[in-house]
Nanobody, 123 residues
């Protein structure tokens, strides 16, 4: 059974950093993605990483500020979030795809989801 659980969210001032973690279980060769959803907005892609970490993709809005990494031995995917902005405030979700080996920004390709962790950036 595939399970994912996010942690590491919290309240941070603009310009600060947070490291989000996604602990997973039951995955074999699945890519893992991070998505976020702000109040009143649709869920949007943030970053994704392949099983072997050789392929990574980022949303334009976070390029150069966020970094995704993966440690399969410890069953964890991390999202290092630096230079946080007010507009980064959202619930952050990790998700795994069993439909493709390639990291994708397409939300419909992800079949398993965690429950999310809140990130709030204050001024």
């Amino acid at each position: 059974q595939i399970q994912l659980a996010e942690s590491g969210g919290g309240l941070v001032q603009a310009g600060g950093s947070l490291r989000l973690s996604c602990e997973f279980d039951g995955l074999k060769v699945s890519p893992v993605g991070w998505f976020r959803q702000a109040p009143g907005k649709e869920r949007e892609f943030v970053a994704s990483i392949s099983w072997d970490s050789k392929r990574i993709a980022y949303a334009d809005s976070v390029k150069g500020r966020f970094a995704i990494s993966r440690d399969n031995a410890n069953k964890i995917v991390r999202l290092q979030s630096d230079s946080l902005k007010l507009e980064d405030t959202a619930v952050y979700y990790c998700a795994a795809s069993t439909r493709t080996y390639t990291p994708t920004s397409q939300i419909d390709e992800y079949t398993y989801w965690g429950v999310g962790t809140q990130v709030t950036v204050s001024s």
